[in-house]
């Protein structure tokens, strides 16, 4: 096998007639053999029914379902584990990603690229969502302690060997293009430009996304930790200049000292620093806390093809 092309799909009936008919052009034009799995993660209306209609059409389609909604990447681990080709194509199934990139994506690695990302140079998502896009790649690639390309998601082509990495990287909490980029190998960019979903809502919420957006930051980065010890510098260094104005008052002036709405000041200054720091330091350790659970990252349920 050459080529695996993992799917992670989640409520997406109306898309997948339309998914197979563009892979399946892109699939024959590539010529050599490939497999596509499609991983159902836990979809709740009929693309289980459709992704086992379109294995009947062509068994180079194959399926792979969870015993419930696990969420994307958790979908895209279970999806590597399965991929048997000498490069693995990670994409999703709503027609954002465009198959039709797979041709230069090849062509890089058969250039000798062992993983080639994609660069999103457009999207078609509205003015707040971008925004947010950007400030969280700007985060990312400010703090994280390996280097992450700027608007580079999921959609890329890994070789076997950097799929076999993954593989042995036993975290629960996912964020698969930092789990990529500290990969190394070398690797390269290609750009393109993002379409609009084909159809439906988007199943990654708000939500879900900061979940996702925290995951990639606190997975690879300590940033946040020191960033609660840079605040308490601050915070001591101005209550010590404060305290000395105070003493200076006190011994050398004769001003009556009214401290009520300093006192307050600081008081809810320093609770909220010490909520926030404290809150920081929770988010790492309900981390900690799921790591060491060793539960399995996904169930699968049934498996077409596999
Ligand atoms: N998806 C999934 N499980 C989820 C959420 C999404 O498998 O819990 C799939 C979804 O069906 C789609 C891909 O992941 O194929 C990307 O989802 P979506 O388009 O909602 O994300 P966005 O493009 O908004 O980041
Ligand atoms: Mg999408």
Known sequence: MTYSIIIPIYNEEDILPELHRRLTSVLDSLGESSEVILIDDGSADHSYDAMNEIHRKDQRFKVLRLSRNFGHQVAITAGLDYATGE?????????????????????????????????????????????????????????????IPMEAG???????????????????????????????????????????????????????????????????????????????????????????????????????????????????FIGGMILLTLGVIGEYIGRIYDEVKHRPIYIVKDKIGL
């Open 87 to 147: 490069a693995v194509i990670l994409m999703d199934g709503d027609l954002q990603d465009p198959p039709e990139l797979l041709a230069e994506m090849t062509a890089q690695w058969k250039a000798g690229y062992q993983v080639v990302y994609t660069v999103k140079r457009s999207r078609k998502e509205n003015a707040l969502k971008r925004f947010a896009f950007a400030s969280f790649y700007r985060l990312m690639h400010t703090f994280s302690s390996i280097s």
């Open 154 to 268: 999921n959609f890329s082509l890994l070789d076997k060997r950097v799929v076999d990495v993954l593989r042995n990287m036993p975290e629960r909490n996912r964020y698969i293009s930092g789990m990529r980029a500290w990969a190394g190998f070398t690797q390269v960019g290609v750009e393109f430009h993002r379409d609009a979903r084909y159809s439906g809502m988007p199943k990654m919420t708000l939500k879900r996304l900061i979940n996702l957006a925290l995951d990639g930051l606190i997975s690879f980065s300590n940033a946040p930790l020191r960033l609660a010890i840079y605040i308490g510098v601050v915070v001591a260094g101005f209550s010590f200049l404060g305290a000395a104005y105070v003493i200076y008052e006190k011994l050398f002036t004769h001003q009556a000292i009214l401290g009520w709405t300093s006192t307050i000041v600081a008081i809810t």
